[in-house]
């Protein structure tokens, strides 16, 4: 197929401030099972990282920008962590290279609550047990 630009005179050009999404991300599947948080999440944190692919926004920031709840943004914060996509320590988050392969999460993962999040003390107990066991 021969492809041209559909509007010559708005083409990309680099610009002077580092940024790059690679095309790994969904040649090589890793965005197939993040959420649609998730997959925001990243390309936020993509877009505003230096060379080292460091950045750090509030929690509230990030929120308000993503259209999130707290407890969506620390869902979507730990499944980048889990599959290895980025490494987080508050307030600090590194996005990481893309060169090993996709991480899939555990079946049995749960999400991480918030520290201010209800819990289900039933479950809980539950993972305890199984765990002991």
Avoid: N
Avoid at 10 to 39: K, M, T
Avoid at 46 to 70: F, H, I, K, N, P
Avoid at 74 to 98: E, K, T
Avoid at 105 to 133: M, N, T, Y
């Amino acid at each position: 197929m021969h492809k041209h630009p559909l509007s010559p005179t708005q083409l990309r050009r680099v610009p002077s401030q580092f940024s790059w999404v690679d095309q790994r991300l969904v040649r090589e599947h890793w965005i197939d099972h993040l959420s649609h948080e998730a997959c925001a999440l990243y390309l936020f944190l993509v877009t505003v990282a230096d060379a080292q692919g460091l950045s750090y926004y509030a929690e509230s920031s990030l929120c308000q920008r993503l259209s999130m709840t707290c407890t969506e943004l620390h869902q979507a914060r730990q499944a980048l962590i889990q599959r290895g996509l980025v490494a987080y320590h508050h307030p600090l988050y590194q996005v990481l290279a893309l060169d090993t392969d996709p991480i899939e999460a555990p079946k049995s993962a749960a999400p991480v609550a918030a520290d201010d999040d209800p819990v289900d003390i039933k479950a809980v107990f539950a993972r305890i047990w199984e765990a002991l066991s």
